[in-house]
T-cell receptor, first 110, second 113 residues
Framework: GEDVEQSLFLSVREGDSSVINCTYTDSSSTYLYWYKQEPGAGLQLLTYIFSNMDMKQDQRLTVLLNKKDKHLSLRIADTQTGDSAIYFCAERTAGNMLTFGGGTRLMVKP | DGGITQSPKYLFRKEGQNVTLSCEQNLNHDAMYWYRQDPGQGLRLIYYSQIVNDFQKGDIAEGYSVSREKKESFPLTVTSAQKNPTAFYLC????????????FGEGSWLTVV
């Protein structure tokens, strides 16, 4: 079955790097996504990675994919207070459906 | 501006009432989705539609109904059969089979009073 797991909470200091981790179970995943949700708002797509890649960098964001271990991570360099939000990883599987993790709440302390 | 518009942002429902949440997109996307989010939790799929006049149940469809009469519109009705409807509802859309990304609206808060 499909299952996506994330840790619930991460706290970092402003200027540090944040690393948010995610594990998934479906080996047929084609794409893996990271979304950001600010309070009371919808989900904003941050980045995604195709399953045949192991790394993708986009400005302050770095996505690492370990397909063997079914582990995905999002690194945010130079974390700012504006990065405080809930981050969701999601996998796209057969049928073009997305399965979401429970979200990781990132708190950035000044 | 192109995007997904959900309305209303906040909605209150009395016990036993049906309510309909609107979702409109002008992205010319084929597929549309409805998700439910409970506080502190992830998203669960209610219904989805890959093409006009066709839709499929997601993981938690009981107590909900949808229609897809037009490509740009995918309204969700929360019926009185849904016993715990208080939640945040998110609509999303994606291009056809080649689309890599799913875009979300800003969500609608439904509260039962």
């Amino acid at each position: 079955g499909e299952d996506v797991e994330q840790s619930l909470f991460l706290s970092v200091r402003e200027g540090d790097s944040s690393v948010i981790n995610c594990t998934y179970t479906d080996s047929s995943s084609t794409y893996l996504y990271w979304y950001k949700q600010e309070p009371g708002a919808g989900l904003q797509l941050l980045t995604y990675i195709f399953s045949n890649m192991d790394m993708k960098q986009d400005q302050r964001l770095t996505v690492l994919l370990n397909k063997k271990d079914k582990h995905l991570s999002l690194r945010i360099a130079d974390t700012q207070t504006g990065d405080s939000a809930i981050y969701f990883c999601a996998e796209r599987t057969a049928g073009n459906m997305l399965t979401f993790g429970g979200g990781t709440r990132l708190m950035v302390k000044p | 501006d192109g995007g997904i518009t959900q309305s209303p942002k906040y909605l209150f429902r009395k016990e036993g009432q049906n309510v309909t949440l609107s979702c409109e997109q002008n992205l010319n996307h084929d597929a549309m989705y409805w998700y439910r989010q409970d506080p502190g939790q992830g998203l669960r799929l209610i219904y989805y539609s890959q093409i006009v006049n066709d839709f499929q149940k997601g993981d938690i469809a009981e107590g909900y109904s949808v229609s897809r009469e037009k490509k740009e519109s995918f309204p969700l009705t929360v019926t009185s059969a849904q016993k715990n409807p208080t939640a945040f509802y998110l609509c999303a859309s994606r291009e056809g089979s080649s689309g890599n990304t799913i875009y979300f609206g800003e969500g609608s808060w439904l509260t039962v009073v």
